[in-house]
């Protein structure tokens, strides 16, 4: 199976080209890229992107799998992402996983069955000042109770 970007993409992409001095400048916006129009980074889309800037599919895959913002598999509609650095873990982040684990009916890393959501413990959202901190998709939830997670968590479409 081989993947490409859309026609939007593919302008996206090439307006990207511009902003960088070379191709490997562009990797990691290129990555992004790829996760918005594929829903994650697979395998293909890394054979992709290597094929667009002129590099290995190993340098893509490394780069890929440093950051823990690439999906490397499928996630859910609501990706559920909770702070278990030092701060967060101090201010009770673990218990909090724990409780959203048992809401959800998943441990991380897993979707629920209807594809709604993907628990995932990260080691930081670097919003250590508003610790326990959880990211729901691009939106950032601090200052976390057990309440305000359900009332966050019960009020997703």
Known sequence: MSVAFSETGRAEFERLLTRYPDGKAVILPALHLAQKEFGYVSDEAIVYIAGLVGTSPAEIEGIA???TMYNRKPVGKYHVQICRNISCSLLGAEHLIEHVSKKLGVRPGETTPDGKFTLAK??????CGTAPVMQVNDEYHENLTVESIDRILDNLP
């Open 65 to 67: 799998t440093f950051y």
């Open 122 to 127: 990260v080691e930081c959202l670097g919003s």
